[in-house]
């Protein structure tokens, strides 16, 4: 997506920002369900730093937009809201966390950056990729085959350049804790990397935001139950400009 498309967005068409080593084709089941809505795509130019993200996209997002933030994705959309809040009409973040880097997490990212090195990058993606997928679609060919050929893509530079953004990321409590748009919040039942009960925390910090937890899903929740993923982006599209705590499964 780029500035000559921007006339086709209207402010509450999702726009999505993808995570580590996804593109748009992690959200197919989205751009298919929601007319008008976009991913932005490019990996994030190879960009180094979540502020440099974030500038990135906002080069190519609509003037206002609804703006959905996937793992890594989450933090570039809380950084766009640090950098220009009035263009985010509302927010949602989803398979993500705000805590800072934490014990052992700089060492376990250089540990597979290290074995791309070694040992080709699809062993890396190997590696890395099945943990995010729930147990139960772990084993589904067509699944993981379409998300390996989207991380695949992206390549051993992109992942070295997305993880030091991840492991110097800039502090996201503080811009959440100043939000005035509405918020929710989006989980795979069975996500193991980012799992419901940080989602829980996050939710409690901004006062009561919407929880849903998608049933049977993992942190690739988008791509592995798009339909009721797809039904928490209605919910969140449809919430006043503010709402009380709720926690549903989708």
């Known amino acids: 997506m780029d500035a000559k498309s921007f006339s086709r967005f209207e402010a509450d068409a999702p726009v999505i920002l ?3 080593l996804c593109d748009g084709r992690m959200f197919a089941g989205q751009l298919s369900a929601f007319p008008g809505s976009a991913v932005i795509g490019g990996f994030y130019g190879g960009a180094d730093s979540i502020e440099a993200m974030a500038d990135y996209a906002l080069l190519r997002m609509p003037t206002r937009c609804a703006l959905l933030g996937h793992s890594m994705g989450a933090r570039v959309a809380i950084e766009v ?8 009409t509302r927010l949602a973040l989803a398979d993500t966390g705000i805590h800072p880097v934490r014990p052992g997490e700089r060492e376990k990212r250089h540990a597979l950056r290290d074995l791309g ?3 080709g990058f699809g062993a890396l993606v190997d590696a890395w ?4 997928i729930g147990p139960s679609r772990r084993e589904d060919p067509a699944l993981y ?10 390549g051993q530079a992109v992942f070295e350049a997305q993880v ?4 110097n990321r800039p502090d996201a409590a503080e811009v959440l804790a100043k939000l005035a748009c509405p918020v929710s919040l989006i989980v795979g039942e069975r996500d193991e990397w980012s799992t419901p009960e940080q989602h829980r925390a996050i939710a409690e910090m901004l006062g009561g ?6 049933a049977d899903a993992g942190h690739m ?12 982006i209605r919910d969140w599209l449809a919430l006043p400009a503010r709402a009380n705590f709720t926690e549903t499964r989708a």
């Open 209 to 214: 935001a919407p929880l849903t937890v998608v």
């Open 145 to 154: 085959a379409a998300l390996r050929e989207m991380c695949m893509a992206a």
């Open 164 to 167: 030091e953004a991840l492991l």
């Open 81 to 88: 809201c640090r950098k220009a809040p009035e263009r985010v």
């Open 221 to 232: 929740a988008p791509a592995e139950r798009s339909g009721p993923f797809n039904q928490a």
């Open 18 to 20: 993808p995570g580590l």
């Open 117 to 119: 090195r070694e040992q």
């Open 129 to 132: 990729l099945p943990p995010m």
